[in-house]
């Protein structure tokens, strides 16, 4: 009967432990991960912070100038080898279903993504970021707001049936900017969605992967202004080599002009050389059935000169696969 006690209390005990194990590991797991979470929402904190400061004045480091008036009217290059951050970015429909891609299209350029979504959908601001224009285009992008966001990215919304913001606005990602339509150049409601770099369209599907409502990786590097400058400096770079190999040229002649007795002494001098080295350079794998005699003769030469030049005597013997300078 003591035994039994005994055995109950210690299973009780291991079990008990077991359990305390247990708790004791979800603790542990539960608190690497709300750790992990308070890291990364103090990353996304001190990010915003850095963004809310220019929100005012975004992207300078990419434009120049701000204006009200147009959507493409930037000012300066578009930069090579641009880093552009993705994070704190928010979809701006929550449709998965892109109706027209970006690209070449019914013989013109399509410069952006269309979205499906009916009249009266929420559309919101993809990131923070300040509006530029707010208009009306009849012919074009219907009713459409552009925001330039401090990743040096600018957003167009187009078609929508009504937009919600005004010029110069500050808007945070989210934020709703105007509402689905089919307004302007437009066949069925649909949102048309473009992501430019100083005027320059890229690929939203680069950028934004509407089907999986994500963005296609955390930043995005713009590279195209760079491929062609580097095509350009390798261009310069041969142009300039061409330009040495002239000189050297020139360069020459003109030593060999300066004195006649000297050229003259210069040219035999070099033909000997050239000659010489060309002794040098040839050499001769013998083949099966060779003879001294039949090298000298294809390499038109005496058996004596041949055999000289190989440090042999004529009565040597030779085998095949062996070298010979000639
Ligand atoms: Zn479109």
Redesign the pocket.
């Given at each position: 009967m003591t035994i039994h006690i005994i055995k109950k209390t210690l299973g009780l005990v291991l079990l008990s432990m077991s359990t305390l194990q247990l708790s004791a590991q979800d603790i542990i797991a539960h608190q690497a991960s709300a750790d992990k979470q308070m890291k990364d929402i103090s990353t996304i904190k001190a990010h915003k912070i850095i963004n809310n400061t220019n929100l005012n004045n975004p992207a300078t480091n990419v434009y120049t100038n701000w204006d009200n008036a147009s959507v493409n009217s930037v000012a300066g290059a578009v930069p090579s080898n641009f880093k552009i951050d993705l994070r704190g970015f928010c979809m701006p429909t929550p449709s998965r279903v892109v109706t027209?891609k970006f690209g070449y299209r019914w013989h013109r350029q399509?410069?952006?993504?269309?979205i499906k979504v009916y009249v009266g959908d929420t559309i919101r601001a993809a990131f923070d970021g300040k509006i530029r224009v707010v208009k009306y285009d009849g012919n074009g992008y219907g009713n459409y707001v552009v925001i330039r966001h401090p990743n040096g990215l600018e957003t167009l919304y187009?078609?929508m049936s009504k937009t919600l913001v005004r010029p110069d606005q500050i808007v945070k990602a989210g934020q709703v900017i105007g509402l689905g339509g089919n307004t302007g150049r437009?066949t069925g409601s649909?949102l048309?969605?473009e992501t430019r770099l100083a005027g320059k369209a890229i690929d939203p599907s680069l950028l934004f992967d509407f089907p999986n409502q994500d963005i296609v990786s955390d930043y995005y590097i713009y590279r195209g202004e760079k491929i062609q400058k580097e095509a350009r400096t390798s261009a310069s770079a041969l142009a300039s080599v061409a330009n040495d190999q002239n000189n050297l040229e020139s360069a020459l002649e003109a030593a060999e002009k300066k004195s006649t007795t000297n050229s003259r002494r210069n040219t035999a001098s070099r033909k000997v050389a050239q000659n010489k080295s060309k002794s040098k350079s040839k050499s001769y794998t013998v083949k099966k059935g060779d003879t001294l005699y039949s090298i000298a003769k294809k390499n038109g030469m005496s058996v004596k000169e041949l055999c000289k030049k190989n440090g042999i005597k004529q009565s040597a013997k030779i085998r095949a696969g062996q070298t010979l300078k000639c």
């Open positions: 027209s399509h410069q952006g993504l269309d187009g078609h437009s649909h048309h969605f």
